[in-house]
């Protein structure tokens, strides 16, 4: 059973740092694409950063040069570091997988996902 489990969110100032994580569970992130969104209130989900199988990434404008997302296919964990925090970027956070033989993973529909986890950026 593929299950997807989110943590590291909390409340940080402006201009501060977060680590999420998504740990796997059910499958190996060999043949899995997996995504990060997220979404804010009274706003639509939106797709922040991916990892591809074999590493390739991508990166929302909004996010682009602050967040990092790496993956540990051993430890079946994909990782997102988050730096210069600002309100906009309070949101639940989700990780989601699909199944893929594609090297890219910007364009996949992803299919599991993950509870989300809480990410309050204020002063």
């Known amino acids: 059973q593929v299950q997807l489990v989110e943590s590291g969110g909390g409340q940080v100032q402006p201009g501060e740092s977060l680590r999420l994580s998504c740990a796997a569970s059910?499958?190996?992130?060999?043949?899995?694409?997996i995504g990060w969104f997220r979404q804010a209130p009274g706003k639509e989900r939106e797709k922040i950063s991916c990892i591809a199988t074999r590493g390739r990434t991508y990166y929302a404008d909004s996010v682009k040069g602050r967040f990092t997302i790496s993956k540990n296919n051993a430890q079946k964990t994909v990782y997102l570091q988050m730096a210069s925090l600002n309100a906009e970027d309070t949101a639940i956070y989700y990780c989601?997988?699909?199944?893929?033989?594609?090297?890219?993973?910007?364009?996949?529909?992803?299919?599991?996902w993950g509870q989300g986890t809480q990410v309050t950026v204020s002063s």
């Open positions: 989601a997988a699909v199944r893929t033989s594609s090297t890219t993973c910007d364009s996949l529909r992803y299919i599991h």
């Open positions: 059910g499958f190996t992130l060999d043949y899995y694409a």
